[in-house]
Each structure stands twice: as C-alpha cells, then as structure tokens.
Nanobody, 122 residues
Framework: QVQLIESGGGLVQAGGSLRLSCTAS????????MGWFRQAPGKERELVAR????????GYIDSVKGRFTISRDNAKNTVYLQMNRLKPEDTAVYYC???????????????WGQGTQVTVSS
C-alpha cells in the first residue's frame, strides 16, 4: 500500500504562488506515474498535471499550462506542484495521486492522498 500526504495548501491572493508537496510512505513511488488532481465545489475532479515515473514526461490541462509545474524527487519519494500566477478559478481541493492511468476516456489513479485546500482570493 502507498500512503500519500499532501502539504502546502492555503489561502493566497490572485497572482500569488503556492508549492504543494506530496510525500509517499509504505512503498517507493519511483515506478509510478504521479499526478495532481483537483476538485472544486460542484465540479468533477480533474487531472491538473501528471508526470512519468522518470520525470521526463509531463502533461497539463490547458488552463494551467505555463503557470504550474509538476516535478518529482524519487530519492525523497516526493512529488511537487509549483503553482504560479494563481487565479480564483484555481480554488479547489488538490489531491496527489499515484499510479495514474488513462482508462475509459479519463484519468484515474490507484492511490490517493486526502487532499489539501487551495483558496485564491480576488
């Protein structure tokens, strides 16, 4: 089993930055594709960013391209999401996920963190 613990969420003004961290325990995540999902009130959960096991390949939804950066440190069993130029529409609960896969037309994951709230004020 993999346990994922997120940190780094909080309240920030529009235009500000936050860095989310996700540290795994129980098993190494070095072989897993990892991702950050988010869910805003009344909306479906969406994959914001994903990263391959090696860290070489990354992907982002259009709304965060050029503002968010996903990275990983396999030696620390940790994944990061650097969020810059935040907008009120980025407000959501952000979830770290391990073993991200694309199946039946959408992304999902085998392991999930409990989530961290990100609130961007205008």
């Amino acid at each position: 089993q993999v346990q994922l613990i997120e940190s780094g969420g909080g309240l920030v003004q529009a235009g500000g930055s936050l860095r989310l961290s996700c540290t795994a325990s129980g098993r190494t995540i070095s072989n897993y594709a990892m991702g950050w999902f988010r869910q805003a009130p009344g909306k479906e959960r969406e994959l914001v960013a994903r990263i391959s096991w090696s860290g070489i390949n990354t992907g982002y939804i259009d709304s965060v391209k050029g503002r968010f950066t996903i990275s990983r440190d396999n030696a620390k069993n940790t994944v990061y999401l650097q969020m810059n130029r935040l907008k009120p529409e980025d407000t959501a609960v952000y979830y770290c996920a391990a073993e991200v896969k694309y199946y039946s037309g959408k992304y999902s994951a085998q392991y999930w963190g409990q989530g961290t709230q990100v609130t961007v004020s205008s």
